[in-house]
């Protein structure tokens, strides 16, 4: 015996049709819900409100004596309130006008120069006090330092620390030789002009 209506295959397009009424039917649900709330004031109670908002202004508007309380007056409005305003600051004391530095500084020094000679009558101002004559000359120079030469005090000749058997002398050309005593000293710088001594 068959049944009636005839069973046929499920399809895609029922399965669509049964998520379509089921979303429809919560969607319906929850419009419900929300308008029953009782969360949602009535409008009865909005129109009330506005009535009596409406009523208060068309009574105040309609009363001088209401218009006249109200009206701030005009010293009122040109004062402004004190209540929130903080208080004045003390006047902070003026600064005077500032100094050009360079008018209370002193003049830059010169770059430093080599330290003066502890000698009065020392050649070129040298520390050795080297003199050529005077009360500090004592004995001829056999042993000069090793600085002697650097061109700060004195300049020498090329062979000065190789033909050192004498003692210092100043050629005439103004070099300084070391071969003091011994015969061609300064011979190629115009012989020699003065003997140095150390005190």
Request: hydrophobic share 35%.
């Amino acid at each position: 015996m068959n049944p009636w209506p005839p069973k046929r295959p499920l399809f895609p397009e029922d399965i669509l049709l049964g998520a379509a009424c089921l979303i429809f039917l919560v969607v319906v649900a929850v419009d419900i819900a929300v308008l029953t709330s009782p969360r949602a004031p009535s409008n009865a109670a909005q129109v009330s409100t506005a009535t009596t908002t409406r009523g208060a202004m068309s009574d105040a508007a309609l009363s001088p004596a209401a218009t006249a309380i109200k009206a701030p007056s005009p010293q009122a409005t040109a004062q402004p309130s004190t209540s929130h305003t903080q208080p004045a600051s003390p006047p902070q004391p003026t600064q005077p006008p500032a100094t050009n530095p360079t008018q209370s500084t002193p003049p830059t020094q010169p770059p430093s120069q080599p330290s003066p000679s502890p000698c009065a009558n020392a050649v070129n101002g040298n520390p050795w006090c080297y003199t050529f004559s005077g009360p500090m000359a004592r004995q001829v120079i056999t042993n000069p330092p090793a600085q002697f030469c650097d061109g700060q005090y004195f300049s020498c000749v090329s062979d000065f620390w190789t033909a050192d058997r004498g003692y210092v002398v100043e050629c005439a050309n103004g070099l300084y030789s070391h071969s003091g005593g011994v015969s061609g000293a300064c011979s190629r710088d115009g012989s020699v002009a003065a003997t140095l001594y150390q005190p």
